[in-house]
């Protein structure tokens, strides 16, 4: 069956400290795979989209790395702040067709200082 | 970027009723998306509203319970009909503009007693 996978455990780190976030998946093949934030009562807001072409794609202190060979893309914070606290969420299109996400279950960040 | 706008931002209703819940798009868009996201948990499909068609619902979702409307390109409604505590929820619309990303209303948060 198609799984996305992301670690239900909450990440506690502390400020200053890089946070790196999992996203495993099976039996999807994606041209691109997307992370996005999701702070309490709020939607999805989206960071990063990172393309099967790429190995890595960076935005300020946000990393993302794409392993088709693993299936698994890595979401890195740097020098992570308490205002990084908040839910992760990956997605892919499971189509490839520019459109609707399957979403993995998220990992919570939160970030002591 | 679009901005949605959905409404009501929260509610609390009666175990056999019904709500419709209502998204409102700056821009014209082709596809809308109607997710759920239960107490916990990621995101899950529910249907894609097009314009001037019927909806497109995920397995697991029936238009008698979730019925949609697609007046135009900048609106849709998701109703959830005759509500039971199990459709205690966060839903959420969105919208996908260039490059793959969604955007998110701020979401509905429905609790059923």
């Known amino acids: 069956s198609q799984k996305i996978e992301q670690n239900s455990e909450a990440l506690n780190i502390q400020e200053g400290k890089t946070a790196t976030l999992t996203c495993n998946y099976t039996?999807?093949?994606?041209?691109?795979l997307q992370w996005y934030r999701q702070d309490p009562g709020r939607g999805p807001v989206f960071l990063l989209l990172?393309?099967?072409?790429?190995k890595e794609k960076r935005k300020e202190r946000l990393k993302v790395t794409f392993d088709t060979t693993l299936k698994q893309s890595l979401f890195h914070i740097t020098a992570s702040q308490p205002a990084d606290s908040a839910t992760y969420l990956c997605?892919?299109?499971?189509?490839?067709?520019?459109?609707?996400?399957?979403f993995g279950g998220g990992t919570r960040l939160m970030v002591k200082p | 970027s679009a901005v949605i706008s959905q409404k009501p931002s929260r509610d609390i209703c009666q175990r056999g009723t019904s709500l419709t819940i209502q998204c409102q798009v700056d821009?014209?868009?082709?596809?809308m998306f109607w997710y759920r996201q239960q107490p916990g948990q990621s995101l899950t499909l529910i249907a894609t509203?097009?314009?001037?068609?019927?909806?497109?619902?995920e397995s697991g979702f029936v238009i008698d319970k979730f019925p949609i409307s697609r007046p135009n390109l900048t609106f849709s409604t998701l109703t959830v009909s005759n509500m039971s505590p199990e459709d205690s929820s966060i839903y959420l619309c969105?919208?996908?503009?260039?490059?793959?990303?969604?955007?998110f209303g701020s979401g509905t948060q429905l609790s059923v007693l």
């Open positions: 969105s919208v996908v503009q260039t490059n793959e990303k969604l955007f």
């Open positions: 039996n999807y093949s994606p041209a691109y």
């Open positions: 990172i393309r099967e072409n790429e």
């Open positions: 997605a892919l299109d499971p189509n490839n067709a520019g459109n609707m996400l399957t």
């Open positions: 821009s014209q868009v082709t596809m």
């Open positions: 509203a097009n314009q001037g068609s019927e909806a497109t619902y």
